[in-house]
């Protein structure tokens, strides 16, 4: 039982080029979660996917897409990086419905990206 | 969403009780407080969360108070290894945001 899984672990871009950070998860949690933490400071949320089919956006989306592939699955584009999504980026998955929507989240260990 | 409010640092001594407030003054009724901690530049714990009662389990203690705004998570006999970030989030589902926390030091 792996939990939550990140890859790649560390990342360097140059400006402009694209990449999927990829996450998966073999809980059967039905939300999963993209946030970013820049250093010294906490986790931003960038979006999130409630179940199977849907994704809303956090409070840091512009720059960003997600797919939810399914429901083990939860990627995040950058179309054009840029230097200001230099981050370590965690993903988190938990379960949702009605008996347990207070359940916590399960981050992985992060994706560090650096855009140069 | 209740904002919380957390100092930004504290200190402990090694095998004492480790305190750590949190104010959550506009916490709503069905609103949920839990506690994370973060590691160095591990990915965040979950470490407990409670409604209105007192909550404790192998990590932790968490205290809230009758009025609901604010709360207080005990480590009981902090060691080195808990040196962390520690996060308070209000929340009930949907997304958790997470703010600054407070970074406690735990020395020998």
């Known amino acids: 039982n792996a939990g939550v899984t990140q890859t790649p672990k560390f990342q360097v871009l140059k400006t402009g080029q694209s990449m999927t950070l990829q996450c998966a998860q073999d809980?059967?949690?039905?939300?999963m979660y993209w946030y970013r933490q820049d250093p010294g400071m906490g986790l931003r949320l960038i979006y999130y996917?409630?179940?199977?089919?849907?994704?809303d956006k956090g409070e840091v989306p512009n720059g960003y897409n997600v797919s939810r592939l399914n429901k083990r699955e939860f990627s995040l584009r950058l179309e054009s990086a840029a230097p200001s999504q230099t981050s370590v980026y965690f993903c988190?998955?938990?379960?949702?419905?009605?008996?347990?929507?207070?359940?916590?989240?399960?981050f992985g260990n992060g994706t560090r990206l650096t855009v140069t | 969403d209740a904002k919380t409010t957390q100092p930004p640092s504290m200190d402990c001594a090694e095998g004492r009780a480790a305190n750590l407030p949190c104010n959550h003054s506009?916490?709503?009724?069905?609103?949920?407080v839990y506690w994370y901690r973060q590691i160095h530049s591990q990915g965040p714990q979950y470490i407990i969360h409670?409604?209105?009662n007192n909550e404790t389990n192998e990590m932790a203690s968490l205290i809230i108070t009758e009025d609901r705004k604010s709360s207080t998570l005990i480590l009981p006999h902090a060691t080195l290894r808990d040196t962390a970030v520690y996060y308070c989030?209000?929340?009930?589902?949907?997304?958790?945001?997470f703010g600054a926390g407070t970074r406690l030091t735990v020395k020998p």
């Open positions: 988190a998955s938990k379960e949702f419905d009605v008996t347990s929507y207070n359940s916590p989240l399960h």
């Open positions: 809980m059967n949690h039905n939300s």
């Open positions: 996917s409630a179940s199977e089919g849907t994704t």
């Open positions: 506009t916490i709503s009724g069905n609103e949920y």
């Open positions: 409670g409604l209105k």
């Open positions: 989030i209000v929340r009930v589902w949907g997304d958790m945001r």
